[in-house]
T-cell receptor
Framework: DGGITQSPKYLFRKEGQNVTLSCEQNLNHDAMYWYRQDPGQGLRLIYYSQIVNDFQKGDIAEGYSVSREKKESFPLTVTSAQKNPTAFYLC??????????????FGDGTRLSIL | RKEVEQDPGPFNVPEGATVAFNCTYSNSASQSFFWYRQDCRKEPKLLMSVYSSGNEDGRFTAQLNRASQYISLLIRDSKLSDSATYLCVVNPGGGFQKLVFGTGTRLLVSP
């Protein structure tokens, strides 16, 4: 089955700790994205990547870092600099195609909480 | 003004009812439009893309009005399983598939 796998489903972070959220896709999509969703709010873009070894900051990149060493994988690190990390984190992927309706497909998310 | 605005609801309707949601967007250069469905504590799932001429998928009809900068979603013969939050999603353009998500409209279908 093709899809996007996020792990873990639940994650707890201690003060001063960095944590890494995994996102793997086997859809052969070039583009991958990380979003954060807070209760009652829309999804906000953290980072995105159009191609391997390249990524761009989204709207709320401070306190986060990413890498894109493989097409299939786009891990997100929540650093200790992110003072309010409690949220639902969603990874997505899509085909890259200009001028065409290209939706994004989501993994089932990781819930991160502070201990 | 927000890039994408939706009435948060909730819309409470009985089974079998017809319900419609609107969503407005601020960027007139926006290129593509989608409706996603999100169940409580789950990931968003694509419901349908929205095409300029309007499109239908079973009980769901999506319309785009570029002149007034809004899109709509009509659900006919509502089912209990339609209860969810419906997200309006817009690609504002700029050469890359960066999507902007509305905060969603909550629908509750009751027996």
């Amino acid at each position: 089955d093709g899809g996007i796998t996020q792990s873990p489903k639940y994650l707890f972070r201690k003060e001063g700790q960095n944590v890494t959220l995994s996102c793997e896709q086997n859809l052969n999509h070039d583009a991958m994205y990380w979003y954060r969703q807070d209760p009652g709010q829309g999804l906000r873009l953290i980072y995105y990547s159009q191609i391997v070894n390249d990524f761009q900051k989204g709207d709320i990149a401070e306190g986060y870092s990413v890498s894109r060493e493989k097409k299939e994988s786009f891990p997100l690190t929540v650093t200790s600099a992110q003072k309010n990390p409690t949220a639902f984190y969603l990874c997505a992927s899509s085909i890259v195609g200009q001028g065409v309706n290209q939706p994004q497909h989501f993994g089932d998310g990781t819930r991160l909480s502070i201990l | 003004r927000k890039e994408v605005e939706q009435d948060p609801g909730p819309f409470n309707v009985p089974e079998g009812a017809t319900v419609a949601f609107n969503c407005t967007y601020s960027n007139s250069a926006s290129q593509s439009f989608f409706w996603y469905r999100q169940d409580c504590r789950k990931e968003p799932k694509l419901l349908m893309s929205v095409y300029s001429s309007g499109n239908e998928d079973g009980r769901f009809t999506a319309q785009l009005n570029r002149a007034s900068q809004y899109i709509s979603l009509l659900i006919r013969d509502s089912k209990l399983s339609d209860s969810a939050t419906y997200l309006c999603v817009v690609n504002p353009g700029g050469g890359f598939q960066k999507l902007v998500f509305g905060t969603g409209t909550r629908l509750l279908v009751s027996p």
